[in-house]
């Protein structure tokens, strides 16, 4: 059973920065398509950025050049450095895993943008 488990939310201000992490039961993150998704309020939820087990890299582009992915494989942990942040970033943040067939969700962590 993987489960993925996001943390790293909060409140900021405009322009500061939050790292998100998300922690994968099993060692799942080097041979999954590990993804990061957002769903603010009455919006769909949108794909942020992702990477494939080969480390290619794509972000969406409200976030191009703001957030960084990454992945440390030994602590089977998937992170999202968010920088310059915006009052439009704000939004649940959810973690996911795509194997195969398989697609598993984190339960999302709150990341808050607001003067």
């Known amino acids: 059973q993987v489960q993925l488990v996001e943390s790293g939310g909060g409140l900021v201000q405009p322009g500061e920065s939050l790292r998100l992490s998300c922690a994968a039961s099993?060692?799942?993150?080097?041979?999954?398509?590990m993804g990061w998704y957002r769903q603010a309020p009455g919006k769909q939820r949108e794909l942020v950025a992702d990477m494939t087990p080969n480390g290619r890299i794509r972000y969406a582009d409200p976030v191009k050049g703001r957030f960084t992915i990454s992945r440390d494989n030994a602590k089977n942990t998937v992170y999202l450095q968010m920088d310059s942040l915006r009052p439009e970033d704000t939004a649940v943040y959810y973690c996911?895993?795509?194997?195969?067939?398989?697609?598993?969700w984190g339960q999302g962590t709150q990341v808050t943008v607001s003067s």
């Open positions: 996911n895993a795509f194997k195969t067939i398989y697609s598993y």
């Open positions: 099993g060692n799942i993150i080097d041979t999954s398509i």
